[in-house]
């Protein structure tokens, strides 16, 4: 009974404002608490939290039961407690993650705001600019070869580029404007927990970078000076525009990315595997050979409805393969693009996403 009463009081603090998502990354319905911390967590974070015992201890609020003592410590803290708390002064540029993300961004996240207290009201704000800077070496993917070779970085939000260099006595092997340069996660193309791609425009191209540090630390300190560096740039750049909207420009994921097979202009020419990659925010679908090409083949704009672009499933008229497979056809204003999908789910995933990029406005 008085085990059942306890599980019923933690339910009730669980319906209370803020206690209905996950502290750390948002994920709805949390199912864990730390109750050194007084907040209400996901299965996934909790994980993070029992390697750092000395400032969180977890419990299930399902399997575990609970001291009358705790709940009452739950009910004076809660989430808004720690988020007033432990985020008081998070940085517009730093990168908060979400359920969705890699768990270096998470574990990083909550070190942060628990272990080295960032975040709290007394700590000083840093300046975008001098975030901004940094410098170190990262292991860096060959161009042309699979081998990662340590290569050492430069960052500088003040000069507005990023640097990298091969050897100490040479100058920087390429210099990167800040202006185009973006960041994303990708630990399971690159196969490293710390994997991170930058890409950047050169000659009207999108040239990718595949990159890791070992310490988790580390690479997310890169990643957030490269948001710190690019907030800098946009708030510069275009001052009267309202924070809401430059937040979602500092770094950008893929909003799709898997491989299809396509064919030439034609309709008539082999199916041939590729990689894709849709930018939405650049508005083009890149196609590789392989998923880590420093260079794409080839790309297809993707404009609006109002000016001739649509997503159809299914093959054009006339074009024909020997085993039925889902398709894809994009119809541009110049020609057709033709696209075999692995199953009927990645061809749902694909359209839907498509067809996110041809309802957006143009941007000026």
């Known amino acids: ?16 404002a803020g206690n209905r998502h996950c502290a750390d990354c948002g994920q709805p319905d949390p199912e864990w608490a730390s109750y050194k911390l007084g907040i209400f967590i996901c299965l996934n ?16 609020l399902q399997l575990d039961f609970w ?26 540029y ?13 574990e990083q996240w909550i070190r942060a705001k628990y272990e080295r207290e960032e975040f709290v009201a007394t700590r000083v704000c840093q300046d975008p600019c001098s975030a901004g800077s940094h410098e170190g070496f990262l292991w860096k993917r060959g161009r042309e070869s699979k081998y990662f070779q340590k290569r050492r970085f430069l960052l500088s939000a003040r000069e507005g580029v ?14 990167i404007s800040i202006e185009n ?19 950047y425009s050169t000659d009207g191209q999108t040239r990718n970078l595949f990159v890791y540090h070992e310490s988790g630390k580390e690479i997310v300190d890169w990643f957030n000076a490269i948001r710190a560096a690019r907030y800098h740039y946009l708030r510069t750049t275009f001052p009267t525009v309202p924070e809401s909207q430059l937040i979602p420009r500092i770094t950008r994921n893929y909003v799709k990315e898997g491989y299809m097979q396509k064919t030439g202009p034609k309709q008539k020419e082999a199916f041939r595997l590729r990689w894709f990659c ?10 590789f050979k392989n998923p880590l090409d420093a260079f794409a083949q080839g790309q297809v704009f993707i404009g609006t409805m109002d000016e001739g672009y649509e997503v159809r499933a299914g093959l054009p008229q006339g074009v024909q393969v020997k085993k ?14 033709v696209f075999i999908c692995e199953n009927d789910r990645e061809r749902s995933e694909w359209i839907d996403a498509l067809n996110g990029v041809i309802a957006q406005p143009l941007s000026g």
């Open 1 to 16: 009974m008085e085990r059942d009463r306890h599980r019923l009081r933690l339910l009730e603090l669980l319906s209370a």
């Open 45 to 60: 974070c909790s994980g993070i939290h029992r390697n750092l015992p000395e400032i969180s201890r977890v419990k299930s």
């Open 67 to 92: 001291e009358s003592n705790l709940i009452e410590f739950m009910k004076k803290h809660g989430n808004l407690y720690a988020k007033a708390k432990y985020e008081a002064k998070v940085p517009s």
């Open 94 to 106: 730093y990168y908060i993650p979400q359920s969705r993300d890699c768990l270096v961004l998470k």
């Open 162 to 175: 990023m640097k990298y260099y091969t050897k100490e006595a040479k100058g920087p092997k390429a210099t």
């Open 181 to 199: 340069l973006n960041a994303m996660f990708q630990t399971e193309k690159i196969q490293h927990a710390h994997g991170l791609q930058i890409t």
């Open 278 to 287: 849709l930018d939405s925010q650049e508005r083009k679908l890149m196609y």
């Open 324 to 337: 039925w497979k889902p398709a894809i056809t994009v119809v541009t204003p110049t020609r057709e693009f």
